[in-house]
């Protein structure tokens, strides 16, 4: 017994599972009946006060239609399980009970009308083929057996049974079209939801792969960095070790004092080498954060880089008053070194000339640095911020083709942008903007 009720519910369940679309379709069409039913009788009756009607029938059937349409809005999981059953037996109902008045008042015309309308309306509304069937064939019968058991002339239950049969079968037709059409929608969309599962899978499986490929790639990456900071460390600690304190290094004078001050150079060299080391390995692995980014003294760090880059042969100036921005600091050292670098490298001159300036517009400045070097052709300007591509010729020139590269990539990476001025014997200028500094930062 319990299981014969569970496979009746399981049945119902079945046949009237709707779509959210057909639900809340179904929910407005039975909302939009009830009104217009309750005023399309008022109207009959209004028209042919002999007309015979149940009484209370239209209200309660208003009611009805009003009822199960406000259905949806309680947003209860079982009910919508069962939506479709509902519409059906509600229309069912109605359905019957327009052919019982049909048949009472004689199958006059404005009875009629209002059957065939929602007869129609009813097929529409019924979104399961069983259903469908039982529903057109039982309203057949109904009609058939009110017109056998009335008083119609032959005529005019010839002409009701014809038109009857006519609008069931283009009803069943157009809803057939639509089941049909929804079945493969339905197929449709689970073949995609199926290669989409396919590809994420797919996608799952290489990103793990890549994760553990990144893993090596840094576990590489930290040991070849530390291989690398282990001299410099040493060349540290031996020129802090041969400096000597403040008081001492400011009497010396001559050949001796030239020797310390080379060995403050040394120094510095050795800290932004360390600081340029850390920079390219957490930038290339992406392990720099934004907490990383801070506020810079920008004036600080050119007389840093000036003081490095600074020899008899090359001379660095600045224009204009650098101010305090908020970046990454051994991302902003990688772009003005390697700009500085690229321009004494590529220098043809015998006195290098590289000047360091900044415009101030607004929301951002836009930063400079040029050369009196042999220029660079306009077709190249692109060609030159790519990875890995050299435009001289000189095989003693120590160069990868990755620093104009890597600079492109950080400023465009912090919002900013990066291009470059140059015509061949006049000189090359690469700008490049950083966004102003923002109240409270």
Not at 228 to 247: A, M
Not at 256 to 262: A, L, S, V
Not at 276 to 293: A, D, M, P, Q, V
Not at 328 to 344: D, K, P, R, T, Y
Request: net charge positive; with cysteine.
């Amino acid at each position: 017994m319990q299981t014969s009720i569970l496979m009746s519910v399981n049945f119902f369940m079945r046949i009237g599972r709707l779509n959210t679309f057909e639900i809340r379709n179904n929910s407005f069409l039975l909302r939009v009946i009830s009104p217009t039913l309750y005023i399309y009788i008022i109207l009959v009756q209004y028209l042919n006060p002999n007309i015979v009607v149940l009484p209370f029938a239209k209200e309660g059937f208003a009611l009805l239609f009003l009822g199960v349409g406000m259905l949806p809005l309680l947003r209860k999981r079982k009910l919508l399980s069962y939506y479709g059953t509902f519409v059906f037996i509600t229309f069912f109902a109605f359905e019957y009970f327009l052919i019982y008045t049909l048949s009472e008042n004689d199958f006059s015309l404005d009875c009629l009308l209002g059957a065939y309308i929602l007869m129609f309306g009813g097929i529409l509304a019924i979104n399961n083929r069983l259903l469908l069937i039982y529903f057109s064939v039982f309203q057949f019968l109904h009609i058939f057996y009110r017109l056998r058991i009335g008083e119609p002339d032959v005529i005019t239950g010839n002409a009701i049974l014809i038109s009857v049969i006519t609008l069931l079968i283009y009803s069943f037709v157009i809803i057939n079209g639509f089941i049909n059409h929804r079945r493969s929608l339905e197929n449709t969309k689970n073949l995609l939801e199926e290669k989409v599962s396919e590809r994420t899978r797919d996608l799952e499986i290489r990103a793990k792969k890549l994760y553990e490929r990144n893993k090596d790639l840094e576990d590489f990456a930290f040991m070849v960095s530390n291989d690398l900071k282990r001299p410099l460390r040493n060349i540290l600690n031996l020129s802090e070790w041969l400096i000597p304190s403040g008081d001492a290094m400011e009497n010396m004078k001559g050949e001796k004092g030239e020797i310390y001050q080379d060995l403050l150079i040394i120094k510095e060299q050795v800290v932004q080498m360390d600081l340029l080391i850390n920079g390219i390995l957490n930038y290339s692995l992406h392990l720099e954060k934004e907490k990383e980014r801070k506020r810079i003294n920008l004036s600080s760090l050119i007389e840093r880089i000036i003081l490095v880059n600074s020899s008899k042969n090359c001379h660095i100036k600045t224009k204009g008053v650098f101010p305090d921005v908020y970046f990454n600091e051994s991302q902003l050292l990688q772009v003005f070194q390697n700009l500085i670098q690229n321009a004494i490298k590529h220098n043809d001159k015998d006195r290098v000339s590289i000047n360091l300036n900044v415009v101030n517009k607004g929301d951002f400045f836009v930063f400079s640095v040029s050369d009196n070097g042999p220029g660079i052709d306009k077709k190249y300007h692109d060609k030159i911020f790519q990875l890995f591509q050299r435009l001289e010729l000189k095989t003693d020139i120590n160069s990868i083709g990755i620093g104009l590269a890597l600079v492109k990539k950080i400023i465009e990476r912090n919002g900013g942008n990066v291009w470059v001025e140059s015509d061949l014997g006049k000189g090359t200028t690469f700008f490049f903007t950083i966004k102003a500094l923002i109240a409270g930062e």
